[in-house]
């Protein structure tokens, strides 16, 4: 019995969520997955999957394995590459997912770019606005907006973010501008629909931090439109800086109580191993890191101020 081609059958399965889709994936025939599964828990003497007619699930046992012929692989494939470093291309499949706007604006864009520059790479693109378990999801690679709480993982710095008030020239001519976040309460906010966002927080002043009740007519439970009101002219938002960028660029939008912003929030790209990375892996973290240099340098995105 090869235990590493079963091993690679089994992360395929785990990876791909069906018997069938991973003998698709393999160019292999159903039976022959079948069987060398089969064989495969036989020699471990454990079941990794949980099996009906309608869906397959790892077993707990099959997750702890999981993990281990993911580290096991990598190993495999980090010791080849490095025979053969610089004589071959990156190749084969990975899966990154990012914020959705963020994932919308910057990541994708770059992934685009990723495999056109490889064309032997096959990626996907996962946009949610929650935090993923990387393992338990079977993801590669995660883009994160904030202080990373899981120290489990691996980060690297891709820059930081800041959090703004904005609102248009226009508006502020016609309403004024506030001088204290407390003034925003006499002016027409645009929101988001959670509850959480009825008071705009990231505010600071002499090293306290505090949050600020505010109002308006108009409520929304996604950032782009809410965005696209804001620089209409329907009153004051507060967003990420990479939100609002390309109206920062323009002039449509105008920051206003800078003073009283809070640190910027790093951007980090994370991963399971700090080391036994696939050359893949590796490749497309030096790729992002070098593609998204805007997050590193410029007013509009890091620590320094906008006009």
């Not at 010791?79 to 963020?102: D, N, Q, R, Y």
């Not at 883009?143 to 226009?170: C, N």
């Not at 804001?230 to 105008?254: D, E, I």
């Not at 893949?280 to 590193?296: E, M, P, Q, Y």
């Amino acid at each position: 019995m090869d235990k590493f081609k079963a091993m690679q059958t089994f992360v395929q399965i785990a990876d791909e969520g069906s018997l069938t889709a991973a003998a698709r994936q393999m160019g292999s025939s159903l039976p022959a997955v079948v069987r060398a599964l089969a064989a495969y828990e036989a020699a471990l003497g454990v079941r990794l999957f949980n099996r009906t007619t309608r869906r397959i699930s790892l077993t707990e046992e099959g997750k702890l394995h999981l993990e281990n012929s993911r580290q096991v692989l990598a190993a495999l494939e980090e010791s080849e590459a490095s025979l053969t470093a610089g004589a071959t291309e990156p190749a084969g499949h990975l899966t990154i997912t990012a914020p959705v706007l963020f994932g919308q604006m910057h990541v994708a864009p770059s992934v685009t770019r990723f495999v056109q520059q490889h064309d032997k790479m096959r990626c996907s693109v996962v946009l949610l606005d929650r935090v993923v378990n990387l393992l338990e999801e079977g993801i590669d690679l995660g883009i994160r907006i904030g202080t990373l709480e899981d120290s489990s993982l691996v980060s690297q710095p891709l820059g930081h973010i800041r959090r703004v008030v904005v609102a248009t020239p226009a508006y502020l001519r016609k309403h004024g501008t506030p001088k204290h976040p407390r003034d925003l309460q006499r002016f027409n906010c645009i929101r988001n629909l959670s509850p959480a966002q009825q008071q705009w927080g990231d505010f600071q002043e002499s090293g306290r931090t505090f949050r600020v009740a505010v109002k308006g007519n108009l409520d929304f439970n996604h950032v782009l439109p809410a965005v696209q009101a804001c620089a209409a002219g329907a009153g004051f938002g507060m967003f990420f800086s990479y939100q609002v960028a390309p109206y920062l660029a323009t002039r449509q939008l105008k920051i206003v109580l800078e003073s009283f912003e809070r640190p910027a929030r790093p951007i980090s790209i994370v991963y399971p191993h700090a080391r036994l990375l696939p050359a893949r892996t590796r490749v497309f973290i030096d790729w992002i890191r070098n593609d998204l240099t805007a997050f590193r340098q410029g007013p509009l995105n890091t620590t320094s101020r906008a006009a």
